[in-house]
């Protein structure tokens, strides 16, 4: 299976807002200051009262979840009360938990929980069965039977009511109704990464070709739903949906078409409320995620580096902490020049992955602002442990780390998923706690257990780490002389493996010294690299030849702010990585993968996905303009395991998105009506109907006949 260029700065924009609205990190903002993503545009001033209003909300519903979860009703009805009480004007959600609140209290078995129940029965389950809905009345007689039959007989008639099962769906029903009442939907990237995953499996199932990550994507995403919110009685009438919109969501989320016209009625037309709707009730699998985010984070340079040893707590491995102040201001002098061999670029990397969004300016730099004092670690040993490789190695590494000074410290610790307990009461509380120090426990174990060897493993990857880092930062500066240079001086066959990757940063020096008005020094580089590159290589000589136009343009438009430098930078990234052993993240690895399902799904579809802009899925596959040769035809194999290498084109955008218009199925002879026709009375996919009408000249009463027939 193929994969397509990403767009890495929008992935990292999706990441950072993703981690900042689940307070992930320590010493972030808090939720009641930080930004969070928004499916649409807001107000700058309203943003952070949102973000921790949704926040907070979503604390609210997880925990109503795990006390309804751990039986704990009148917890949950508590909350409710307190925190969304008109919930509970809805006397069927009221009727339901009164129903599991009997249950629990004759779950407990003592004689005065017994009476309990019975005191439920007569002032709370009675009266709310009389106004519930029409059938409520014969179910609360029914569940009167729970008094005769316990809960070990599997063959009583309230079997299913003692069920376990019963819980999780009122818990999943509370959810998906709290969700839409609180306006409180998972952060954009979750959703973004349930709807991918979901094409791309109905896309592999539907046309019988192995998923190349399965193996994440079965585990990360369950399989059970939470049970659909449903609108009430008064809400009942027909409106006038568009049938396009109707089909949209059926067909987006996996739904029936009355699932889809049901949704829509909780949701009062609003088709896009009614697909987050629908797209929240898709669970993932929380801890999984947050790893898969953290290793993503960890590789992107955004966190410190560290081994999570289990969700929430990991242990960090902190560069050395004695210092030199002589060699500080000789990394921070050198710092300062290579800056200033940039003329009019004094950006860093990671203001340059966040270039084009305000919003999303504002998020990475308060995850990477500090006001720590820049230094650079000195040389540290690593005993005999030590698995650092070449004198060479070392010595690049020592220079990596004068050049990135300070931007270690800017990192922030990852914190994991430790929720406010404020909502917290009871027994839910204290199991809390115990889980949380006995985590605390296994790192004192682990700290105080012989581990020098360990650590010293772990420091070196580290150091590999931060090299990558740093060239990364260079490339993404516009530094790739020094880049090359550093590159040579560790592995002096990288570039004769990747003479495509040479070339484009060889491309960005000729562009430099263009736009500097150095012309001689330009074509030297010229004759030096990229004519032999080309010559060897006759793939790069049309990219030369347009390179070459350069010195036809006015200096300042040669070497501009608008070049993907960042782009170059993660391909590098890449690369470097995998020459020094560091695979790049499992969740690049399915971004690409469901990227590619995407596209491919909505070709077949012969439209356009009406949500890829709502979930920012067009960013993703947006790589932006070329610099002179695409990135995706480097030599460097930037497909996932099991998937074959790229050489599709990053400026076949319009191609490769996935997103034909209606014109492609005119062309097979198929109106829009007639497709929606057939969709509706046959509950088709698009790509079913579609291929029907061409059978029959594009006429859907034929087709439908012929089906009944």
Known sequence: MDSIPVNWEALDSLIIDFVKSENLIEDSISPS??????????????????????????????????????????????????????????HRLLFCLQKQRFIELLRKGTAEDRESAIKCLRESLAPCALDAYPEAYEEFKHILLALVYGEEDKNS?????????????????????????????????????????????????????????????????????????TPLESSYEAPPFDEVDIQALAHAVELTRQGAIDSLRFAKGDLYQAFQNELCRIRLDDPMFDELVHEYC??????????????????????????????????????????????????????????????????????????????????????????????????????????????TNKRKRWRGRHENTEFVSGPTIERSREDLNTGTTVLKDQQVSPRSCFLNRMKNKEDKHELVLGLKELASRGMTEEVVEEINEMDSDFFVQNPSLLFQLKQVEFL?????????????????????????????????????????KPSE???????????????????????????????????????????????????????????????????????????????????????????????????DDGSPTQSSAREVGCDETAILKVMEFLALPRADAIHLLAQYNGNAETVIQQIFA
């Open 33 to 90: 200051t930080s930004p969070s993503p928004s499916l649409s545009p807001s107000p700058s001033s309203s943003t952070s009262s949102s973000s921790s209003s949704s926040y907070q909300s979503r604390l609210l519903i997880r925990q109503i979840r795990r006390s309804v979860e751990c039986g704990e009703i009148d917890a949950a009805i508590d909350l409710l009360r307190v925190h969304a009480p008109s919930v509970l004007d809805d």
């Open 298 to 407: 960890v590789y992107r340079g955004f966190v410190n580096f560290s081994m999570v040893d289990a969700p929430g707590m990991q242990l960090s491995i902190n560069n050395d902490q004695s210092e030199s102040g002589q060699l500080s201001k000789n990394c921070s002098a050198e710092v300062e020049q290579g800056n200033n061999k940039l003329s009019g670029s004094d950006t860093s990397a990671t203001q340059v992955i966040m270039e084009g969004s305000p919003e999303s300016n504002a998020n990475l730099a308060s995850i990477l602002s500090t006001d720590t004092e820049e230094r650079c670690p000195s040389e540290t040993s690593y005993g005999d442990c030590s698995t650092s490789g070449t004198p060479q190695f070392g010595k690049v590494l020592q220079k990596n780390k004068c050049l990135r000074v300070g931007e």
């Open 512 to 552: 430099k010294l263009v736009g500097s008005g150095d012309h001689t020094q330009a074509l030297r580089v010229a004759c030096s690299f990229l004519g032999p590159l080309a010559s060897s290589h006759p793939d790069l000589l049309k990219p030369l030849k347009e390179t070459l136009l350069a010195l036809l």
């Open 557 to 655: 438009e040669a070497f501009n702010d608008h070049l993907p430098l960042c782009a170059l930078a993660s391909t590098l990234q890449v690369a470097i990585g995998r020459r020094l052993g560091i695979e790049e993240p499992q969740l690049m690895k399915i971004i690409k993968a469901t990227l590619y399902t995407h596209s491919e799904w909505f070709k077949l579809q012969m439209c356009k996905d009406r949500f890829e802009g709502l979930l920012k899925i067009d960013a993703l596959k947006e790589v932006g303009a070329k610099l002179i040769i695409d990135a995706s035809r480097l030599d460097v194999d930037m497909s996932t395991d099991g998937s074959s290498q790229v050489t599709g084109s990053s400026n076949n955008r319009k191609q």
């Open 157 to 229: 008639p309230v079997a299913s009511e003692w069920s376990p099962r019963r819980r999780i769906d009122i818990a999943g029903l509370l959810s998906s109704v709290l969700r839409a009442h609180l306006c409180a939907y998972d952060p954009l990237f979750a959703m973004s990464l349930r709807y991918l995953i979901s094409i791309h499996k109905l896309f592999c199932f539907r046309q019988g070709v192995p998923s190349p990550i399965s193996d994440l994507t079965q585990r990360l995403l369950l399989e059970d739903r939470d049970p659909p919110a």
